[in-house]
């Protein structure tokens, strides 16, 4: 199982004992642009977080003020409507959550709970907003990822049942208001 020794031996000498945390940088697109110096300041702000199995890492509605990267472990994010629990979608190593309280300090819409130990690299806002200004691709990637999930969001909401004045909402009724 793994990689064959010899290919393992060429990636250690290409990179040779890099940091969790840069390893972690190095393998999200979101990061590609950014220069070997600001992945290693960057890197070097990332707090190591862990959860048991089926600890809550977020509550629906909390507002996180910084990005977190799943490096190992998986996450369930769900949504509370009345009394049903709906599964938005799973978490893996590379995704990242949190961006909704760091680009519009809006709270998370979905609960974020463990379904295995969980190990996150947490970046805090403050080691992360000058990088936003200086490289707006970043921003605007964060932001189409804000988008998608917002959509997705709008997309279950719309197809659950949910009634508006009796009725049925379906995705029509929401495009013609």
Request: charged share 25%; with cysteine.
């Amino acid at each position: 199982a793994g990689p064959p020794p010899d290919q393992l031996q060429s990636e250690e000498v290409m990179k040779p004992h890099r940091p969790t945390p840069l390893k972690l940088l190095d393998a999200i697109p979101l990061f590609s642009s950014l220069t070997e110096d600001e992945k290693e300041a960057l890197a070097a702000s990332m707090t190591r977080r862990t959860y048991k199995k089926d600890s809550i890492l977020i509550e629906q509605g909390d507002t996180v003020a910084s990005l977190m990267i799943v490096r190992s472990g998986a996450l369930v994010a769900t949504r509370r409507e009345g009394h049903k629990e709906i599964e938005l979608g799973r978490l893996a190593p590379g995704d990242y959550f949190g961006e909704s309280g760091l680009l519009i300090g809006l709270g998370e819409a979905a609960c974020l709970r463990a379904l295995t130990f969980v190990v996150v690299y947490e970046i805090a806002q403050a080691s992360l907003t000058p990088l936003l200004h200086d490289r707006p691709g970043i921003a605007e990637e964060l932001a189409a990822t804000l988008s998608r999930r917002i959509e997705t969001g709008q997309h279950s909401f719309a197809t659950e049942g949910a009634t508006l004045n009796g009725e049925p909402i379906r995705v029509s009724h929401l495009a013609h208001g």
